[in-house]
Structure formats: C-alpha cells, structure tokens
C-alpha cells in the first residue's frame, strides 16, 4: 500500500467512525461534547505517558478516556445543580481540564518535545510511517487499525443499542419508565464518543475532530427525515468528505486534514442551500410559487364576486382592479397577464373578465 | 404551592383521604415525598386508586400532579415512602404500565415518522438489543388504527397537528399493552373533537377492565369524563369516587386563593 492510499484510507475511516455518532449527539443537543472530549483528554495522555514511561497507544488510550470520563461526569454533575446549562457546564470543565494538560506539560516535559502542531491539526501525513508492531512484526500503518477498530466498534454499537439509543434521544422519560436507563445510555455514548476522539485527535487533532463528528451528521439531518438514514447518510458525507478533502489537499498542497473538514463544511453548505425539503432555495421558491398562487387566486376570486354582484361580462380594467384589491399597478399587470396565461382570464371589452376555466376554479373555491 | 409546609399534616385534611376502596388497588402510595432542593413538592401522600377506574388527578399550577406520575414510574427521585404498581414493586410491575408524557417534553422535529414513535411502545416488552420486528410493527399499525391515524402511519411527526401528536402517544401507550395507563394532560392543545376521541379511547380501556390515570386541568369536563379523583395541592387533599369527592369544600380546599375563578366554575354548573 502506498503512503497515499494509506492517508486516504485512514482520513475516511476516521471520517465515518466519527460522523456514525455524529446523529446522536445532534439529536440529544450535546454536539459540543465532542470539543469537550477533544480538550479534556491532553491531562490523561500526559498521565499515561507518565505511567507507561514513554508513548505507549493502549496506555495512552486509557488515560485519554479516563480523563474523557472524568468530564463527562463533571459536566453531568454542574448540570444537575440545575443551576447551569449544557453549555456553561461544558465551558466551565473542558478549560479547566485543558489547563490542567496544559501545565502538567510545562512542568514534567518541559525538555520534551511536544508537537502542538500535532496536537491541534493531527499529522495524517504521517500515517503510513507510524507503523503498528507485534512481536517484531511490522502489521502496517497503525492509524488504519486504529481507525478500522473504531469504525467497527462504533458500527456495533450502533447495531447493538440503535432501539435504545433512539428511544432514549427521543424520549427519556419513556426510556426510563420501561426501564432503559438514559443515564447508563449517556455513558456509553460517551465512552464510545471519547475513544473514537482518542483515535480520530491522532490523525486531524483536537479542533477538526468536532467538525468531523457534527458536521457531517448536521448535512445529513438537513436531507432526511429517518433516522437510520440520518445515520448511513452521516457516515456516507463522511467518506464522499475525507476523499474529496484528500484530493483537494494534493490540488492545494495544503493540511489534508484541514480540507477534509472544509469539504464536509462544503457538503453543509450545499445541504443548507439545496436540500429538497428544508434548503433556503427550495423554500424561497416554494415562498415564492405560494405568494403568486394567493395573488392570483385573490383575482379570480375578486373577479368571480364581481359577477355575482351583476356585473357580468362586461369585464374589469386594471384600474378598478387595483383600486379594489389595493395592489400596485405593476402587481394587477402580472397578476393578469400569469392569469390570462394559465387560461384563467379573457380579454373583455373593458379590461379582463373570468374564462370558463377560471369561473370554475372560482366555484371550486366556494365549495372548500 | 404557597402553602406553608408544617412538618405534620393537618386534621381535617387527613381526614379527608378517603379510605381504600373494596378493590384491588391499581395504584398504593403511603407516606410519599418529594422534594426539588429543599422544598416539598409532594408531601406524605397517602393514595389508593382502585384498579379499573378511569382517575383525574386535578390541582392548581405547582400541586405536584406531573411529579406524582413521575414519582409511580420511578423518574424522580423519592424522599420517603413508597408506591406500589398493580399489587407489586414498580420494578416487577414496569412491562404493565403504559405512559403518556407531555406532549411538550419531546423533540417533535426527530427525524421518525408516526409508526416508529408508536413502534416504541413496544421496546419495553422486547428489553435490551432485542429489535422490534414484524409483530410488533403490526401491533403498533393497529394502535395507530385504534387513534383513527392509520393513514398517518409514514407521516413525519413533525407534519402532524398538536391533536394528531397527542394521538400518536396514545397509540404508543396502547402500543404497550399495559394494564395501567399513566397520562399527563392527555387533554393539553387539542381542539374538541380530538378530545372526545381521546376520552372514548379512555373509557373504553376502563371498561376493558384497564385502569387510566390522567393529569387533567379542566373542571369543566371532568365530571363528565372521570369516575375517580385525586385532588392535590403538595398533599393529597381528598380522593374517592369523582361524584362524591367533587365537592366545593374539597375544590376549595385544593385550590386555595383562586375562588373566584372556582365561584365561576360552580356557578357555570360543574359541580354535581
């Protein structure tokens, strides 16, 4: 396998073990988590490097997601004090973890040197030289099975708990009262969530990784409205992200990490404007299609009363029509002319009058 | 809940819980409290509801009646004393009971449709990883039958009316197959109509030997809805069959300072 097919592979396995969770943080409102985790888990790489004296990946790990445990606990517990939010909760523990990090460096490997670079932007450039050994062997590029453990493990999870988890987002109350406790349901989540982040922080490092787990599942949520496609379609932006950020990263010469994340930015993007059922575009035009479907409807049904009342026939000049309807004279024009075109309308000796087709949609009106 | 809270219940007030009707007790509460931080929420709650009866729970803004439900199913924590479910611990008893929450307490614009919310009725009975399959899709089609949404079925519940949502967490309870149905406001938004389908579902599992416990806000109706009633203000002020615990001594022991609008309401005919 090439250096670049290994930084390809592993940017979308990264990509899809993060944008599989993506859904449900979104949907239980906690995709902030996600930053808390990235930042809160420097204390616990720096204890596990101490302890296992040296880099060690599995030490590492569960140093990482202990600390990541510690703030999901402390985040819970302001939030029960009822008197912060989420988010205050959220903003209170992660600095204060990352501080932590922050000076336990300083003080213990103030000789060492420590790549912020990496720990901010990750080093997926570097993934095919980080090799994974066992006994001597050399088993290939590390990231590939750490980011193909991970996408396993959290496709189980999915797979496993996907009734709980749904139930338990949707309705925790219910979830609680048939005995599925949302508390023991939040944990995993978050263990998962702080493994994955342990993971994905080596390849796209602390800040990227939020957007790869929200982002992706954000563009999905705009473009379905079932869950289980929210969650295939979440991990699927996620892979079309990470191989389209690659080759903008090889067109650009830029950060591979940077551009997958730029790309899922993009897919956003596209989604908010172009999405069938909730973009700004189909909206506007629905919007807009609406406003000419009242006006006119609004004439032939002005049109239609003015028969009644003993006019017939003898038709309406735009004038009367805009002084009746209180529109400007640019709006009785088109409005007239779009009738006189979807058949509506005719020509009468003085100005417009109701065709057939139009008296009939009038009387259709009445009757609704 | 401006009451002061002395630490032993009045006489008179005591006095006033009925005693335990001669059948099987749906729902057997003694001595329950509750508390948010320091204050009271329920206080030593003495309460029978007997099995097959069709309950109102009726109190002021603050009286407790949505911490009540909570506190049979187990979702606040209790200070002292206990609830039992159907003769039994609410652990042994939880696969019975069918719930109805606020309609308000839920994320309406979930990516789901009507059928799934409904199929999520029957997740209790399956229990962990076990997923719902074609028998409990089918169960959850004839719930959704049962509330006249069955053309609704594939409709994403946040394209459905108020009414409409308020029946599709019926039919989510139906969907359980409980013998004791806890609701809370299931009357809540909805036009008239909706409401009288609501409440001839309800009686017809009252009469199906089923027993139905709503949170209900209107004196108006209740009369001619309930057959059994809690009133509550933090404590249990009086409980008995609706006709004859309907009182305006009861109702104004309940509802305190709001006589006016109590005066109103009797005046307009309520009380039997």
């Known amino acids: ?368 | 809940m401006t009451a002061t809270l002395a630490p032993t219940p009045t006489a008179p007030l005591a006095a006033a819980v009925s005693r335990p009707d001669e059948r099987a007790a749906a729902v057997a509460v003694r001595g329950l409290t509750v508390a948010y931080r320091d204050t009271p929420v329920l206080w030593n709650i003495d309460l029978d509801i007997p099995a097959g009866t069709l309950t109102a729970i009726i109190g002021p803004n603050g009286a407790g009646k949505s911490t009540l439900l909570k506190a049979l199913l187990g979702l606040v924590p209790v200070a002292a004393g206990t609830a039992e479910i159907l003769g039994g611990s609410l652990a042994a008893r939880r696969r019975r009971i069918g719930y109805v929450p606020q309609r308000g307490s839920v994320d309406w614009q979930f990516p789901t449709n009507a059928l799934d919310v409904v199929t999520m009725g029957t997740y209790g009975r399956l229990g962990w990883i076990r997923r719902p399959g074609r028998a409990e899709r089918a169960r959850a089609r004839q719930s959704l039958e049962q509330v006249g949404l069955a053309d609704f079925a594939d409709r994403q519940i946040s394209q459905l009316s108020g009414g409409q949502q308020q029946r599709v967490f019926l039919a989510r309870a139906l969907a359980q197959d409980a013998d004791l149905y806890i609701m809370d406001e299931p009357f809540a938004g909805v036009d008239a109509q909706t409401e009288r389908a609501i409440i001839d579902l309800l009686q017809t599992l009252r009469n199906q030997g089923k027993t139905v416990v709503c949170v209900h806000h209107d004196l108006e109706t209740a009369p001619a809805y309930f057959d059994w009633l809690v009133l509550l203000n933090v404590r249990a002020i009086a409980a008995g069959p609706f006709a004859s615990t309907f009182t305006a001594d009861h109702l104004r022991a309940t509802y305190g300072g709001a006589l006016t609008l109590l005066r109103h309401r009797v005046g307009s005919g309520a009380l039997s």
């Not at chain 1, 996408?151 to 048939?178: R, Y």
């Not at chain 1, 993971?199 to 599942?217: N, R, S, W």
């Not at chain 1, 006006?295 to 735009?318: K, Y």
């Not at chain 1, 020509?347 to 009939?360: N, Y």
């Open chain 1, 1 to 368: 396998m090439t250096p670049s097919m290994v930084i390809l592979l592993t940017g979308v396995l990264c990509a899809v073990a993060c944008s599989l969770l993506g859904t449900f943080l979104i949907l239980r409102r906690m995709a902030m988590m996600t930053d808390a985790i990235s930042h809160a888990i420097l204390p616990g790489l720096v204890a596990g490097y101490v302890i296992a004296g040296g880099s060690n990946l599995l030490v590492g790990a569960a140093g990482a997601a202990g600390a990541a445990m510690l703030t999901v606990t402390l985040v819970e517990a302001l939030r029960r004090t009822g008197r912060l939010d989420g988010g205050a909760s959220i903003g209170i523990v992660f600095p204060a973890m990352f501080a932590l990090g922050t000076v336990l460096v300083t003080r213990y490997f103030a000789g060492v040197h420590l790549d912020t670079d990496a720990i901010l932007y990750g080093n997926i450039e570097f993934a095919f030289f980080e090799r994974l050994y066992l006994g001597g062997h050399d088993l290939g590029p590390q990231s590939l099975w750490v980011m193909g453990g991970l996408v396993a493990g959290n496709l189980t999870f999915l797979l496993l708990f996907f009734k709980e988890l749904k139930l338990t987002s949707f309705d925790a109350g219910l979830a609680a009262a048939m005995g599925f406790s949302p508390l023991v349901l939040h944990y995993t989540l978050m263990l998962v969530l702080s493994f994955t982040t342990v993971g994905a922080f080596t390849a796209v490092g602390a800040i990227l990784v939020v957007a790869l787990v929200i982002v992706a599942a954000a563009t999905a949520y705009l473009l379905t409205e079932r869950l289980i496609a929210m969650v295939a379609g979440s991990a699927a932006i996620g892979a079309g992200s990470a191989i389209s950020g690659y080759w903008l990263a090889i067109r650009i010469d830029g950060s591979v990490a940077g551009a997958i994340v730029t790309m899922t930015g993009v897919c956003f993007g596209l989604a908010l404007l172009f999405s069938p059922s909730s973009g700004l575009v189909s909206r506007a035009r629905q919007h807009r299609q609406n406003r000419r479907r009242f006006t006119l409807d609004l004439l032939i049904a002005h049109l239609g009363s003015r028969e009644r009342s003993g006019q017939p026939g003898s038709g309406a000049t735009a004038a009367q029509l805009g002084a009746a309807l209180r529109w400007p004279a640019s709006q009785v024009r088109s409005t007239v002319a779009r009738g006189i075109a979807e058949g509506m309308l005719t020509q009468a000796e003085r100005g417009v009058r109701l065709s057939p087709t139009g008296r009939a949609a009038v009387d259709g009106m009445r009757r609704t």
